[in-house]
């Protein structure tokens, strides 16, 4: 049976392990990111996967990585959270190892963990949106990853969904996820929070008093208690991210949508208004199935079982 | 050499062709389409398919159609100009010429010849916006048509760019068509005469000074003898355009941007007001190369030399 | 008793009336309007003033018109409707007749009207919305009328709504009078009815089956037997003015605001819609009463009976 | 010469001043405000006047105060910084001083003294904008202040220019003052510090290096250096500002809008892209001479003058 070596490579652990061609983990390892040191980053991998690949017997190596990866798959053009600037990888880690190496966009790699063995397993076409401090996304079609000319396809976070909007990191205004995402959550509650302070109250007592500590957990916390004001952020966030959905409907006609990351942790409070919005704002109703809009399944591993796969 | 036959089935008239491996045209015929008569149009396509292969010796069918094609690129679910509800187009075709057949949305086929032989020959990945009374599209990833789960995919002119904006015949409002399609800038036009005649006089001239009657190509004329009203007119639309450009590129990541349809016959007329916006609203610039933004090379065949081509 | 005579100048005819103190037409004249001919306008109205003053006895003229009239209220600065630029309408007619004479837009006049005889009578501040082709308006304050600092107050049309939205006469985009008037009631049947004929057809019916032959009065007639396109066109309408009249309300804090104007003749169609918008969008709506919103009561006459008591 | 009182009731401090006819201070008093106890707060303010009416012989009290005063100019209904619910101030005023008072909204004051001796000095009709953390506003027309029937008119902060937008602490989304006050261009500020640290670096480093240190004084700080981030923070300031501004201008044609309060001080860094965006935005430009745009010249003490010229 083949083995493959997934890693997860995040700003401040790598995790490496040893997949079967069932998702599943057989060996991990973990260990502390060398900050800001390439050199070490791409040693530290490689040793990591040697180790594994020496035990186990894998053949292959996919990494995952924040970040633009080139559509060879192979450099890291830029990397928000390390140092990685037109970086090499797949290079470094094939001569450090003698072993096959892919690298991946986190997000993809994730994305294609939940096509393959998770919430969109058998799906010929699938959109999976991680969902956190921004969003991610990977696209499936035709049964395989839509990677772009340049790698980087799938950028879903950023399509204007909102012209003239607000300000956004990419440099444009009105992004899809300043307005979808685990940070928007955030953003609302406490702008909520410091202009109606009776509005929310709740919210204020679980952050000392100060809306400036409100974090996505105390919105979360709130809303499963039943609080309007956390409800209403969290109505809010899925009425936008609803939107985009369906934007992206008229354009990939998939068979599902799934909601990873943080964010959808939150489950039926995060589902619901997402499911409202999209219904609304979906095209040709009358004639298309409705895509299934599905939780991811496959946990914060999904970018190590998706790298994995993807090096095969 | 293998030869395929290509079908472009429209509203008023039939056209069918021998096509070549390399999208040349060996023959043609052309039959007036058998209003509302759907078994007649099924024995027409047939007919003109046999006497082609049996002149040329083709092995395959193509057809190209307005409308929903399902998933297996058999059925016809709905066409806008014909009266085909659920109609199985393959089967019936296939049953009277013997012959291997696939139907195809004729925005996908006529984006598949740029894609093989014209504007977009050679990319990885492409968008094709086919820019007449709507916008129609296709999407190229991975070399392969993206037709989505269920056939529906590149359904381009109904994402909504303008939240609460246009009715559209899709039953929601602010899609995508009713800002950057040739409809748009008529009704643009039209409100620009009606509201400020001074300023749309030239357009008025050719229309007989009738808002109304204003079209397409009187917009076209004025611009080209450069009327600011026309001009202004034609801004306005490439503004439309390079927006939902830039959305779509965040999404797909293409290499290229071809703009087909009737209204691309326009040129830098078009083409200049695209690209500024499209440049102006796409994310990530410092990173990525910019998509090229070509205009078609197919002209009006491109239907039937791409469905021939699918049918491979 | 003191009487006063009132001009109403329209593009076909002029309307000239003897009015008393409590707003009673006395008399009345009326004269097909000398198109383009400025001169014969001035001469014809003087000549109606003038047999009216002798049968009746009254001392003062005031004549209403479209257009822009200076804070002198003496020179029609632009009309749209008659050839009048700079005219010093007042001058010319004081001379013929020997009687005092202002001159006031007709929306100001209409509303003076309203907030002397009618639905605003006895209110201190009050907003009367000429609801046509356009929008028109006329603000009352502390019981006057606001004219502003060039006579141009109260061009309630024209303020933005929609950043961006529909072309306007005016040079902007997105005034209040393109989403909120007659016309765009006549603009969303007609888009309606031609994107989906199935939904449209009572108005369709009405209108010869031609979308662009679809009038106001169709629309009407058809919210009347309750076809639901028609309903839904007058509640696109009534949204949109209810907005305005939100913002509206925030400036100005008026006890009411007054519908009039051809198009407040739909009566609960157009105001049920309206009050909900309005409503909903209602700054401090805890501490304010909230405005009243009632439908003109002084009819067609309103623009001779409040030109006639503003020469007073 | 009639002297009057002029009290400014801030939520820290209260200030007492004897004013002429002239808008010239003779003589002032300034104590701490009995935070929370309404009626200490009536006993100090009118001892404060006694005193200074004592001395100077002034014949009435004008009071100004931040919240909604009703339209008798009696009462505040509601005031966000004290503890005023429905409190009878002027009678309390008058029963302890035996001087005729009068209690004014503190925009309404400000503005006023604006329109008296200041910048609009003159004007027929004004409008003058105070921007701080909101926007507060005071409407001349006919030489008047414009009260509105409940004394709210002028709540100009609280229009929708932004359909859907930010949320506002009055109960809607998209009010002006959530997009063209102190606060907005703060938030603007955080913002794009913590998108893009490399853009905000001067702003992040006169705010210790977080984003949320960042308040206004950095952000003109950094921009009167010439800083591009902060710059841009002013610059969509400004827009937003004369967005708001053109569309009182449809509605109140004044000759002259006053920019006022603290945001004011940063002088040609807010006016220049506010009379940019304004007169952008203006309608029936051909026709209308251009509203003034000024800052205003009465500082800090326009309230407490204001205020006792509204007594005379």
Request: one cysteine or more; glycine letters at 12%.
């Amino acid at each position: 049976m083949s083995l493959a070596i997934g890693v997860d490579v995040g700003g401040t652990k790598i995790a490496a392990g040893v997949v079967d061609e069932q998702g599943t983990i057989i060996a991990e390892l973990r260990k502390a990111t060398p900050a800001n040191d390439t050199d070490k980053v791409a040693a530290l991998i490689s040793s990591m996967a040697k180790e594994l690949a020496a035990e186990h017997g894998a053949t292959s190596i996919g990494i995952g990585a924040a970040g633009f990866v080139d559509d060879a798959r192979s450099t890291v053009i830029f990397a928000p959270n390390l140092a990685w600037r037109n970086e090499p990888l797949k290079d470094r880690v094939e001569q450090a190892t003698g072993l096959t190496t892919v690298v991946e966009n986190d997000a993809n790699a994730a994305g294609w963990a939940e096509a393959r063995f998770g919430a969109a397993r058998g799906a010929n076409s699938a959109v999976v949106l991680t969902i956190g401090t921004g969003i991610g996304g990977a696209i499936i079609s035709n049964s395989q990853l839509v990677r772009g000319s340049n790698g980087f396809a799938g950028e879903l976070g950023h399509f204007i969904i909102r012209p003239d909007g607000r300000r956004c990191g990419c440099g444009l205004r009105g992004c899809w996820e300043r307005y979808g995402s685990g940070s928007a959550l955030v953003t609302e509650a406490r702008e909520l929070s410091t202009l109606d302070p009776n509005l929310g109250a709740r919210m204020l007592e679980l952050a000392d008093d100060n809306p400036l500590n409100i974090t996505g957990l105390h919105v979360t916390q709130a809303a499963k208690e039943g609080d309007a004001a956390a409800l209403d952020c969290y109505s809010t966030l899925g009425t936008w991210i609803g939107r985009g959905m369906a934007a992206l409907a008229a354009v990939l006609d998939p068979d599902v949508f799934v909601l990873a990351g943080g964010v959808s942790e939150a489950g039926d409070l995060l589902r619901e208004p997402t499911i409202k919005a999209f219904k609304k704002q979906l095209t040709a109703r009358k004639f298309r199935p409705e895509p299934q809009v599905l939780m991811a399944q496959m946990g914060n591993k999904a970018g190590m079982i998706g790298a994995a796969d993807l090096s095969r």
